[in-house]
């Protein structure tokens, strides 16, 4: 008897274009297992990542703005979701993947510090104190995180196209497109590592215009010209631009001036906003200090660390295992660590 699977595998073939992904014909998991009755590898990959422990403290990880005031900022989670949205519309429109675009989307962030740019900035400089030829980044730590932290160190076992598009997602401060060296396997990884710029950028400037560090006026006059004057218009002209320039083909791409112009809003984001927010507010400072002295602590007292065990550790390891923890912690959760382990609390003696 065919399977619900089967039905719909057979639908991908028929349906998606010939430069999709087919679920299967995926490369696998690293550990084979038994397939699913009703669900494609793919959807069975995406499933995994909402149902996860690091998926679920997104909800409380800092995109930019570090403890704001107000509930309308983005977090790593509305992020996360802004991305697979905007991945899935172009998927879609290009008759690729979408269970493998969102799946790749969804676990794109899962190994994001606290505390946004500045947590993993101060991260990775702690890691390299006692390691330094170590370093920490984040779609790197992301992998980490589906291959071996989750489920108390058994992993995810993700297929290897979600793996890819998430270890290759990320293109940090480089301008689009990315070398083909480092871009991801499938077409729909590199949508995501789009739909990432896409969403990032206007969602960003949507925060630091309420946060107050940009009006719409600072926003480069030749960006608005051709992208538009609202956080809608923008996205609507990016990703009609992609299914545009990317239609029957081989490749994901932006039109010249469209992919300029998003270039240079990405600077300019990362020149008034980006570092102006951690500057201005004093707060990558502090952020430095949390983990720094997290950190440290860790390494003097690894015992601390949730599931050690009492085989002693070298150093490198011992700063793999401090790291994977630090990375994995919430905002609130390193605060209440660095207040448990550093500031005094008050004795209540006998009245």
């Not at 399977?3 to 998991?29: D, F, M, N, V």
């Not at 989670?77 to 802004?82: N, S």
């Not at 879609?92 to 969102?102: F, G, I, V």
């Not at 605060?335 to 609390?345: A, D, L, M, S, T």
Request: charged letters at 30%; proline letters at 4%.
């Amino acid at each position: 008897m065919t399977t619900y699977r089967e039905r719909y595998e057979q639908l991908e073939r028929e349906t998606l274009s010939p430069y999709a992904a087919k679920s299967s014909e995926t490369r696998g998991r690293e550990r084979a297992e038994e397939p699913c009755s009703i669900r494609t590898a793919f959807q069975r990959d995406r499933d995994r990542i909402i149902h996860s422990k690091a998926f679920r403290r997104l909800a409380h990880k800092t995109q930019v703005f570090i403890a704001p005031e107000v509930d309308h900022y983005r977090t790593r989670l509305t992020h996360t979701l802004e991305v697979a949205q905007i991945a899935r519309t172009i998927s879609r429109a290009l008759r690729l993947n979408e269970d493998l675009t969102e799946a790749i989307a969804l676990g794109h962030d899962l190994g994001h510090t606290p505390f946004g740019h500045a947590g993993e900035a101060a991260l990775d400089a702690a890691y390299r104190e006692f390691d330094p030829s170590a370093h920490f980044y984040h779609a790197e730590q992301s992998l980490r995180v589906v291959e071996l932290l989750e489920k108390d160190g058994q992993g995810l076992n993700l297929t290897f196209e979600v793996r890819d598009g998430i270890r290759r997602h990320s293109k940090g401060m480089d301008d689009l497109p990315r070398s083909a060296a480092d871009r991801p396997h499938t077409l729909e990884g590199l949508i995501v590592m789009y739909a990432d710029r896409v969403a990032y950028i206007n969602h960003d400037i949507d925060d630091a215009i309420r946060a107050g560090l940009i009006s719409g006026r600072d926003i480069p006059k030749d960006c608005v010209a051709v992208l538009g004057d609202s956080h809608a218009r923008r996205i609507t002209t990016m990703v009609s631009d992609i299914v545009a320039n990317s239609e029957d083909s081989d490749e994901i791409r932006m039109g010249a001036e469209v992919e300029q112009a998003t270039n240079r809003l990405k600077n300019f984001l990362y020149e008034r906003v980006y570092r102006a927010a951690a500057v201005s507010s004093g707060e990558s400072d502090r952020v430095l200090r949390i983990v720094t002295q997290l950190f440290r602590f860790y390494m003097s007292h690894p015992e601390e660390i949730p599931g050690s065990s009492d085989e002693p550790d070298d150093t490198p390891r011992c700063a793999r295992r401090v790291c994977d923890h630090l990375a994995g912690m919430t905002d609130r959760f390193a605060g209440q660590q660095f207040e448990h382990y550093f500031v005094p609390r008050r004795w209540r003696g006998a009245d």
